[in-house]
């Protein structure tokens, strides 16, 4: 009986426990079944935009972004960008296999299994809280950089954000392959110091192309994906922490079957290297070229508009703009300005040290003080301390206050304590150059240096710039004369002093130059008087002709003539010209009497390969064939035996101010060079212009006031301030054959009826009894 009511009772207990349990379970299901249903209610709303707009399918089919605008060199090599953002894109076939791997190895191992929202990875992450690894897909990541400006902090704001960029995710997977979504991620993922897609991260880090990236820089990359800062290889406080992420990211390919395991552990082995190469608008190469470039893509944009009437925007449409510029001679051209600045720079503050007025000559103390406070009115600090109330006696009080800066050397960039005004005085102090390199026969400038540093010296010197070009103008006084009288290099005048009397060709008074060695006996070829720059023949040479032929042939040139005034002196180089017009002028000498308008871009595409422009070469002719080799023949003559001969041999190299000075010397140039030396009168501007058959290069130096200068001729001419930078230019050029430029001679008209042999000139007219030619009566 009690067996009886122990089991009756036990049968109540389970009953109980069953019932109780079925509650429970109805319980866990309809609130399994109600969160489900909050969940999919939360997809809905967020699909339907009641927490915010969502993205529409234009907007899917063309995310928004910011492409930098690209800008490639002759021989395909990127010159550097303009951008709001770095962004440059790659196609998928441009990235390299290991790196797509890296990538799906640790950030979504199931990437080719899902349809943007991994399952398996959101229950891990929930029941696991996140420490078994995150849910968020690359399709996911991809979603919230494309549509979700910033992460949220508030828990049910950041659920929300969430919801919207899952349903972004599946409508991505539906709209783009796998491939693409991987694209565009690496294509937009921020990895700092201006590096905005994978692309640009490549070469500002390892200063490579994607493709090029080996394992572990690949690896490097896909670890900072997880956090650009913490796991930075640049900065030094983190870079323990990206060679540690780096080896997790690799671990995680072998794990996946990417790498064997011995390839893993060697590599693990490597230590972390970067080839840190900032792309800053400050940095890279052809800077003061970037610059220009910019002013000659605003004229383009604004005469050329959209399809839909709209502006091109070179920092954001992901412009491609094709250069001129050869990137290997742009190269060389500023290696040879920073070897010889750097070099000449030492002997102009040796130089300096004894000048009571320095860096400025020739003025007094109180023009000094004058200068300096006139750059104080133009800096940058004046115009931010006046925008702010300062007075005037605030601020340049203000100049003469001791303060922390970094400043600019030939040894790096330097941190001191300084005066502003003691900084001005030290900018003030450096020598500076403009060269610039074109072939005469396309009118590719190749090369366009505009200064030594364009992170603190801003100035062109190679378009913006005009100063006095001294002897490097007489070339045009002969090539006119030699068009107009069918003048012959042997022909002879005398070095005697010649007086233009006041009256004559727009005088005002008598004009007598004077020869800067002092030499006036005897008679002298005309091949010899520009060789040696003798002043009095160029004079007698522009009274013959005068000077509007020659501001005529200027003109012709596309030299800006408008100040140059029509009287004799010009023949000696009074007018400011910019090296720009100097090489584009000569060139037509080299080129056979045709002018040909210099060219910067060949052509422009836009994002997707569509040209939009195209160069068409302009020219015209300006001299004879006869007088364009004539010319040349003359300038043959300064590199043999006038103030250029030191590019031949080893000429002065016994002497210190050369061993001090010219740098890159001896030269040792065997093949025909034309080429002119100019030096102002106070020896403020120094000046070559070299040419061989294809490649017409032009070199100024001097400093930025024209009262900064050395004081005597010995550093102060254009044959040692100017012309090794030529020389060092060359020596480089020439070793690189691909380059293909020309060591032949300079092209010979046919039936060539001016005769440039003088071993023979004059003798057959002599032996008749008749008076000699080469004696010029003028």
């Known amino acids: 009986m009690g067996n009886t009511k122990k089991t009756a009772k036990a049968k109540k207990q389970e009953a109980e426990k069953r019932r109780k349990y079925s509650k429970y379970k109805s319980w866990f299901w309809s609130l399994f079944a109600i969160g489900l249903s909050l969940i999919v209610l939360l997809f809905l709303l967020a699909g339907w935009g009641v927490f915010g707009t969502m993205p529409t399918f234009e907007e899917l089919e063309n995310p928004e972004t910011n492409l930098a605008t690209e800008i490639f060199s002759s021989d395909g ?33 199931r990437y080719f299994e899902h349809s943007g929202i991994d399952a398996r990875g959101t229950v891990r992450a929930a029941v696991f809280l996140g420490k078994r690894g995150g849910a968020s897909t690359i399709t996911q990541q991809l979603a919230k950089l494309l549509f979700t400006e910033n992460a949220s902090r508030n828990p049910f704001a950041r659920v929300i954000q969430k919801a919207k960029e899952w349903v972004i995710a599946t409508r991505l997977e539906r709209q783009y392959t796998k491939e693409e979504i991987i694209t565009m991620y690496l294509n937009k993922y921020d990895f700092l110091y201006q590096a905005v897609g994978v692309r640009s991260a490549a070469k500002i880090y390892f200063d490579k192309e994607p493709k090029d ?36 990211v690799i671990s995680q390919m072998e794990v996946n079957g990417y790498i064997t395991e011995e390839e893993e552990d060697s590599l693990q082995q490597l230590p972390l290297k970067v080839t840190f190469t900032p792309q800053g608008h400050d940095e890279g190469v052809a800077t003061y070229f970037r610059v220009y470039l910019q002013g000659f893509m605003k004229d383009w944009i604004e005469k050329n508009p959209k399809p839909d009437g709209s502006e091109y925007n070179i920092y954001r449409d992901g412009l491609k703009i094709y250069t001129s510029i050869d990137s290997r001679m742009q190269e060389y051209a500023e290696e040879a300005v920073k070897d010889h600045i750097a070099h000449l720079q030492k002997e102009f503050d040796r130089q300096n040290k004894s000048n009571k007025t320095a860096p400025f000559r020739d003025v007094t103390a109180e023009e000094r003080n004058d200068i300096l406070k006139d750059a104080m009115r133009r800096s940058e600090r004046w115009r931010v301390l006046k925008a702010q109330g300062k007075s005037n006696e605030e601020i340049v009080k203000s100049f003469g206050q001791k303060t922390d800066m970094r400043i600019f050397t030939w040894d790096g960039i330097k941190d001191t304590i300084m005066t502003p005004r003691d900084s001005i005085i030290h900018y003030k102090s450096h020598l500076q150059a403009g060269m610039m390199s074109m072939t005469p026969q396309t009118g590719e400038v190749k090369a366009w240096v505009g200064g030594v540093n364009f992170k603190h010296f801003k100035y062109d010197h190679v378009k913006q710039a005009k100063r006095q070009v001294g002897s490097t103008f007489k070339p045009f006084v002969y090539a006119t004369a030699i068009d107009q009288l069918h003048l012959s290099p042997c022909d002879t005048l005398p070095q005697s002093l010649h007086t233009i009397e006041a009256g004559k060709h727009g005088n005002q008074n008598d004009w007598t130059p004077r020869n800067s060695d002092g ?7 005309l091949k010899a008087a520009l060789a040696q720059s003798v002043n009095t023949v160029t004079a007698r040479l522009i009274d013959r002709i005068g000077p509007k032929p020659v501001i005529d042939l200027l003109e012709k040139l596309e ?9 004799p002196s010009i023949a000696l180089g009074t007018a400011d010209l910019s090296v720009f017009e100097m090489v584009s002028a000569y060139s037509a000498f080299a080129n056979e009497g045709v002018y040909v308008k210099p060219v910067i871009v060949n052509r422009i595409e836009d994002k997707n390969g569509t040209i939009l ?51 890159g010397y001896p030269y040792d140039f065997d093949n025909p060079i034309a080429g002119k030396t100019g030096t102002t009168q106070n020896q403020s501007d ?35 301030m100017a012309l090794p930078i030529w020389g060092m230019y060359m020596k480089k050029v020439y070793a690189d054959k691909e380059l293909e430029v020309s060591k032949g001679e300079f092209p010979k008209p046919e039936n060539l009826s001016i005769e440039t042999n003088c071993e023979n000139y004059g003798k057959n007219q002599v032996e008749e009894g008749d008076s000699l030619p080469d004696e010029l009566d003028f």
Not at 519 to 525: K, P, R, V
Not at 709 to 717: D, E, I, K, S, V
Request: no cysteine.
């Open 686 to 720: 120094g000046w070559f212009m070299g040419m061989v058959p294809n490649l017409v290069t032009g070199v100024w130096v001097g400093a930025e006031d024209r009262s900064v200068h050395f004081p005597t001729l010995t550093y102060g001419q254009g044959a040692t």
């Open 519 to 525: 030499e006036y006996a005897g008679m002298i070829s």
């Open 559 to 567: 030299i800006d003539a408008e100040n140059i005034p029509e009287v």
């Open 613 to 663: 422009y195209q160069h068409v070469p302009e020219t015209k002719d300006v001299l004879s064939k006869e007088a364009a080799y004539v010319t040349v023949n003359l300038l043959e003559g300064v590199t043999q035996y006038g103030s250029g001969r030191r590019l031949r041999g080893t000429w002065a190299t016994g002497a210190e101010h050369y061993k001090r000075a010219v740098t």
């Open 77 to 109: 090599e990127t010159l550097g960008k303009y951008y709001n953002e770095n962004r440059t894109p790659i196609k998928f076939e441009d990235l390299p296999p290991h790196l797509v791997e890296a990538l799906i190895a640790t950030e979504d191992e």
């Open 213 to 248: 990236l080996n394992v572990e820089e690949a690896a490097v990359l896909v670890a900072m994906l997880k956090n650009p800062i913490l796991y930075n290889p640049v900065k030094e406080r983190f870079k323990e922490n990206a060679l540690e992420r780096r080896n997790v």
